[in-house]
């Protein structure tokens, strides 16, 4: 296997420029929605609202003001994950999404058959089908363009370097080396998220540098592999069966005791 | 504080999924029933077991085209049972309810149809001459009691399926498997009810209808479990599908039918004392009380998937919904 390959992504950096949607979309001829159709979410700068299976970038608008002059305006642009420990790839039954040889994570299009499952699973909302191949579709890290020794077309886009590809070992480096900086600025909320091999998920690959609650970005505090669920559900059904068995058997053994009781002539014995 | 399950994205799992959910555990919980009354029933169940098999083979068939067309891609369906890509390798995976549930489904459909078979044999139905060892013996038995494991799983694997996820609601609490079978079961009895009552013995059909009290008793238990478990995505219910919840499912579905049946006079009073319209309307809901209770059973059965799919369905993604967060 290659070296594990990733994004970081320093939000105290960004502009909202965008240029890191349009290179995505354009690389991987994405369609527009709604045939180009302006849309107004109402979240300040943002009008592609959330990822899905045509954005696969999307920059984040978060408008922190108390009074004017007065707060700041975040920005960050957001991507699949590329979780160590993914839920998608977990749940997929057909083996459409594969783990590639950078430790990424990758819907094979001609393999998914639109169930959807990978959609729920994913702890961040990253999934959704595109329209035109009925198929879920996300973010690839560029698998066609990496494969070649290209960078991904949102990195080589960033104006600002907010969006760096490199190897995850020699990003994570960098990254806590920028938290350093910014500490020593003054910036002392700067964290890295998903930068942690022993956190949430075995660490994402595509992590991010935040100033603030993850939730305000509109990420997940403790993001879960649902299979986490599995063993909990599954006991409670099986234990639901067996009370559900119990009443029946119970309830047959009644009838027959209430009939011996009440007529003596017995009814005809038999296998049912 | 919002639920980390607020930051996912919806499946769309909706309109071909509600009524699999339905339809799937009424055919999961029907074999169940047909599998006690054959290890423990007498002779007179007979009609209520081939009727169960019937019931289970018919629901399992319509099951599984109404997953195949909720798929993005229906031709692509075989995908989930073959690696299409490195065939003829099977695709399943323990830990993924999607692709397990495929393959129980599958074997269900598979001893369902058997068993139908059998039955259908035994009743000399199709022009088929009885068949014994599918509807008699040892081997039966024990085929029987196999598909009501499998039935127990067709019927619950979907709640569980729904909480190996992300999602709010459904990944907030692990009672989700157990309260769909219990559901499964008050309506498979409900059905079996609704299809025999002039063709059953009494003694079957009472039996079938204090179990199906019995069991709506549980699923209101379990009910309560599920909303007391789900902390702070409780409030998904503040909204439309709470209304429905609560009138739909645990009113009209589970009291009213639990009152039908331990409380018949309350209903036959009316009758007695109104000679109105409305007393008439009772008196005949009390005669056909268990025709009604079976129809309210089924509807809150319908109500319940619906509920619990569309309340998280509705969610979206918490930036989107929230100015300023947390
Ligand atoms: S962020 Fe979501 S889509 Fe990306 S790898 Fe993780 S679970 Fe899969
Ligand atoms: S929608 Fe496609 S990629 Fe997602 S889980 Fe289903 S088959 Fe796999």
Same mark, same amino acid.
């Given at each position: 296997?290659?070296?594990?390959?990733?994004?970081?992504?320093?939000?105290?950096?960004?502009?909202?420029?965008?240029?890191?949607?349009?290179?995505?979309?354009?690389?991987?001829?994405?369609?527009?929605?709604?045939?180009?159709?302006?849309?107004?979410?109402?979240?300040?700068?943002?009008?592609?609202?959330?990822?899905?299976?045509?954005?696969?970038?999307?920059?984040?608008?978060?408008?922190?003001?108390?009074?004017?002059?007065?707060?700041?305006?975040?920005?960050?642009?957001?991507?699949?994950?590329?979780?160590?420990?993914?839920?998608?790839?977990?749940?997929?039954?057909?083996?459409?999404?594969?783990?590639?040889?950078?430790?990424?994570?990758?819907?094979?299009?001609?393999?998914?058959?639109?169930?959807?499952?990978?959609?729920?699973?994913?702890?961040?909302?990253?999934?959704?089908?595109?329209?035109?191949?009925?198929?879920?579709?996300?973010?690839?890290?560029?698998?066609?363009?990496?494969?070649?020794?290209?960078?991904?077309?949102?990195?080589?886009?960033?104006?600002?370097?907010?969006?760096?590809?490199?190897?995850?070992?020699?990003?994570?480096?960098?990254?806590?080396?920028?938290?350093?900086?910014?500490?020593?600025?003054?910036?002392?909320?700067?964290?890295?998220?998903?930068?942690?091999?022993?956190?949430?998920?075995?660490?994402?690959?595509?992590?991010?540098?935040?100033?603030?609650?993850?939730?305000?970005?509109?990420?997940?505090?403790?993001?879960?592999?649902?299979?986490?669920?599995?063993?909990?559900?599954?006991?409670?059904?099986?234990?639901?069966?067996?009370?559900?068995?119990?009443?029946?058997?119970?309830?047959?053994?009644?009838?027959?005791?209430?009939?011996?009781?009440?007529?003596?002539?017995?009814?005809?014995?038999?296998?049912? | 504080?919002?639920?980390?399950?607020?930051?996912?994205?919806?499946?769309?799992?909706?309109?071909?999924?509600?009524?699999?959910?339905?339809?799937?555990?009424?055919?999961?919980?029907?074999?169940?029933?047909?599998?006690?009354?054959?290890?423990?029933?007498?002779?007179?169940?007979?009609?209520?077991?081939?009727?169960?098999?019937?019931?289970?083979? *018919?629901?399992?068939?319509?099951?599984? *085209?109404?997953?195949?067309?909720?798929?993005?891609?229906?031709?692509?369906?075989? %995908?989930?049972?073959?690696?299409?890509?490195?065939?003829?390798?099977?695709?399943?995976?323990?830990?993924?309810?999607?692709?397990?549930?495929?393959?129980?489904?599958?074997?269900?459909?598979?001893?369902?149809?058997?068993?139908?078979?059998?039955?259908?044999?035994?009743?000399?139905?199709?022009?088929?001459?009885?068949?014994?060892?599918?509807?008699?013996?040892? +081997?039966?038995?024990?085929?029987?009691?196999?598909?009501?494991?499998?039935?127990?799983?067709?019927?619950?694997?979907?709640?569980?399926?729904?909480?190996?996820?992300?999602?709010?609601?459904?990944?907030?609490?692990?009672?989700?498997?157990?309260?769909?079978?219990?559901?499964?079961?008050?309506?498979?009895?409900?059905?079996?009810?609704?299809?025999?009552?002039?063709?059953?013995?009494?003694?079957?059909?009472?039996?079938?209808?204090? +179990?199906?009290?019995?069991?709506?008793?549980?699923?209101?238990?379990?009910?309560?479990? +599920?909303?007391?478990?789900?902390?702070?995505? *409780?409030?998904?219910?503040?909204?439309?599908?709470?209304?429905?919840?609560?009138?739909?499912?645990?009113?009209?579905?589970?009291?009213?039918?639990?009152?039908? %049946?331990?409380?018949?006079?309350?209903?036959?009073?009316?009758?007695?004392?109104?000679?109105?319209?409305?007393?008439?309307?009772?008196?005949?809901?009390?005669?056909?009380?268990?025709?009604?209770?079976?129809?309210?059973?089924?509807?809150?059965?319908?109500?319940?998937?619906?509920?619990?799919?569309?309340?998280?369905?509705?969610?979206?993604?918490?930036?989107?919904?929230?100015?300023?967060?947390?």
């Amino acid at each position: 296997m290659a070296e594990a390959m990733g994004f970081f992504t320093d939000t105290t950096i960004c502009i909202g420029c965008k240029a890191c949607e349009v290179a995505c979309k354009s690389w991987n001829q994405l369609p527009a929605r709604d045939g180009g159709a302006p849309q107004l979410t109402g979240l300040s700068y943002d009008n592609t609202a959330k990822l899905d299976g045509i954005h696969w970038r999307h920059v984040a608008f978060i408008e922190q003001f108390d009074q004017p002059y007065d707060g700041r305006w975040l920005m960050m642009s957001d991507v699949c994950k590329h979780c160590v420990q993914a839920g998608c790839l977990e749940v997929c039954p057909t083996g459409a999404i594969i783990r590639t040889e950078f430790d990424t994570v990758v819907i094979q299009s001609d393999v998914c058959n639109g169930c959807r499952a990978c959609i729920a699973a994913c702890p961040f909302g990253v999934i959704d089908v595109n329209p035109v191949a009925g198929t879920a579709q996300k973010c690839t890290l560029c698998y066609d363009r990496i494969s070649e020794g290209l960078e991904p077309a949102c990195s080589k886009a960033c104006p600002t370097d907010s969006i760096q590809f490199g190897t995850v070992a020699e990003l994570r480096e960098r990254a806590r080396g920028r938290v350093r900086q910014l500490h020593a600025d003054g910036q002392e909320d700067a964290y890295l998220y998903g930068a942690d091999p022993d956190g949430p998920l075995g660490g994402l690959n595509a992590f991010f540098l935040l100033v603030d609650d993850p939730h305000v970005y509109g990420l997940p505090r403790e993001p879960e592999l649902p299979s986490a669920r599995l063993a909990g559900s599954s006991f409670f059904g099986a234990v639901g069966a067996a009370v559900l068995a119990i009443l029946g058997v119970v309830g047959l053994r009644k009838r027959r005791m209430d009939e011996l009781a009440s007529e003596p002539a017995v009814p005809a014995e038999g296998e049912p | 504080m919002i639920p980390d399950t607020y930051f996912s994205a919806a499946p769309d799992w909706t309109w071909w999924i509600v009524p699999y959910f339905f339809i799937g555990g009424i055919a999961g919980g029907a074999y169940f029933i047909s599998a006690l009354l054959v290890w423990f029933g007498r002779a007179e169940d007979r009609p209520v077991i081939h009727a169960g098999f019937y019931i289970a083979t *018919i629901g399992a068939v319509i099951g599984g *085209i109404l997953l195949i067309l909720d798929l993005g891609r229906p031709e692509r369906f075989w %995908h989930m049972l073959f690696l299409n890509q490195d065939l003829p390798r099977l695709a399943f995976k323990s830990y993924s309810p999607i692709s397990f549930g495929a393959w129980g489904l599958m074997g269900f459909g598979a001893i369902a149809t058997a068993s139908a078979l059998g039955a259908a044999a035994a009743e000399r139905r199709f022009g088929l001459r009885p068949f014994p060892w599918l509807n008699r013996g040892p +081997f039966w038995k024990a085929l029987v009691a196999l598909g009501g494991f499998f039935g127990f799983f067709v019927a619950g694997y979907t709640g569980v399926l729904l909480t190996v996820t992300n999602r709010p609601v459904w990944a907030d609490s692990p009672m989700l498997g157990m309260l769909f079978i219990a559901s499964a079961a008050s309506t498979a009895a409900a059905t079996l009810i609704l299809v025999g009552r002039r063709r059953f013995h009494t003694a079957t059909i009472e039996w079938l209808s204090s +179990f199906d009290a019995a069991v709506l008793v549980f699923e209101l238990l379990v009910l309560i479990a +599920f909303l007391a478990t789900l902390g702070a995505a *409780i409030d998904a219910w503040l909204g439309w599908w709470g209304a429905v919840l609560l009138v739909g499912v645990v009113l009209a579905g589970i009291l009213v039918p639990l009152a039908l %049946h331990w409380r018949p006079r309350w209903f036959d009073a009316y009758g007695r004392r109104d000679a109105g319209r409305r007393g008439v309307w009772l008196a005949r809901l009390s005669a056909e009380r268990k025709v009604a209770s079976a129809v309210l059973v089924l509807v809150g059965g319908f109500l319940l998937r619906l509920a619990v799919i569309m309340a998280s369905e509705g969610i979206e993604h918490a930036r989107l919904v929230r100015e300023t967060l947390p």
